[in-house]
């Protein structure tokens, strides 16, 4: 019984919305809707070089934010590295690690980010 009246309720409305009354009466008003607008997260690079106790460069040592420790860049041959990360809310603070030499961990002024000089093993 309910299906039958379903049925013929939805077989009225499909009459409703074909009939040519209804077509005339033209498309429906545009409803206006605020446009999204979303702010591109700001990053900052940040770039050094990785020296060793003696001052020579640590070419493969590993570099990152310790807010995230995937976003890594190594070093090259001259102990310089290069990263592109997000600006953070708090604090930032960078990572260097190399075998044998150790870790160190420095500030960075997210704000104004200057050339970060690391040295392990000291």
């Known amino acids: 019984m309910f299906s039958h009246h379903l049925s013929l309720a939805l077989a009225a409305a499909g009459t409703l919305l074909a009939s040519p009354a209804h077509a005339e009466a033209g498309p429906a008003p545009a409803v206006a809707t605020p446009a999204a607008t979303v702010a591109a997260p700001r990053t900052i690079v940040l770039a050094g070089t990785i020296m060793g106790p003696q001052g020579q460069p640590c070419a493969g040592a590993c570099v990152f934010p310790t807010f995230n420790p995937r976003l890594i860049a190594v070093t090259d041959a001259a102990g310089n590295f290069r990263l592109l990360v997000p600006a953070p809310d708090g604090p930032l603070y960078v990572q260097a690690d190399y075998v044998g030499l ?21």
Not at 103 to 113: G, I
């Open 102 to 122: 150790g870790s160190r961990r420095v500030a960075v002024d997210a704000q104004h980010p200057q050339p970060i000089r690391i040295a392990l093993g000291e």
